[in-house]
């Protein structure tokens, strides 16, 4: 079956680093994408990995491992606006995004 | 204004009534997707289209139906209620041809079936 695991909660400090975990099984590969969501509003694409590493885009950046069916968002400078939750999705063979539950991330001063 | 539109913006409704949840996009994605998002469960795709006059089943298209006469807009109808479709749904589109497949959500409807 088709499925993605990541943390349901994480806190940390405000100004601090935080990296949020994601593991994902699907029929297929075409990409992973992290977007953040925050309450009550849609969800807003952060970015997108189709090969191993790391792509880095101001505080946040993304890691791939397609070998082991691993990402991660990382976050610096954390700031109080960044409180939302974190979803991970996988594109699977037909181009379906299969989500993950989301991972909420709550910033303390 | 580019983007994605929902309406209405939230809903009650009598379980039993028919429902269509309108979404318009204007910028001329070929691809459409209706999701729901419920507590602690990740976005679920309700039904998609790839580009005009064509459309798929998603992961949960029981009780749902849609259409896509045309490029821009993809309505979804829930054609007799239940409970169990209190949810917020999402609508989202995306350009398949060339680029990374990014989704661009619209607001969203929240729904309330009693």
């Known amino acids: 079956g088709q499925n993605i695991d990541q943390p349901t909660e994480m806190t940390a400090t405000e100004g601090a680093i935080v990296q949020i975990n994601c593991t994902y099984q699907t029929s297929g590969f075409n990409g992973l994408f992290w977007y953040q969501q925050h309450a009550g509003e849609a969800p807003t694409f952060l970015s997108y990995n189709v090969l191993d590493g790391l792509e880095e885009k101001g505080r946040f950046s993304s890691f791939l491992s397609r070998s082991k069916g691993y990402s991660y968002l990382l976050l610096k400078e954390l700031q109080m606006k960044d409180s939302a939750s974190y979803l991970c999705a996988a594109m699977d063979s037909n181009y379906q995004l299969i989500w993950g539950a989301g991972t909420k991330l709550i910033i303390k001063p | 204004i580019a983007g994605i539109t929902q309406a209405p913006t939230s809903q009650i409704l009598a379980a039993g009534r028919r429902m269509t949840l309108r979404c318009t996009q204007d910028m001329r994605h070929n691809a459409m997707y209706w999701y729901r998002q419920d507590l602690g469960l990740g976005l679920r795709l309700i039904h998609y289209s790839n580009t005009a006059g064509t459309t798929g089943k998603g992961e949960v298209p029981d009780g749902y139906s849609v259409s896509r006469a045309n490029t821009d807009d993809f309505p979804l109808t829930l054609a007799s209620a239940v409970p169990s479709q209190t949810s917020v749904y999402f609508c989202?589109?995306?350009?398949?041809?060339?680029?990374?497949?990014?989704?661009?959500f619209g607001p969203g409807t929240r729904l309330t079936v009693l």
């Open positions: 989202a589109s995306t350009e398949t041809s060339g680029g990374n497949n990014e989704q661009f």
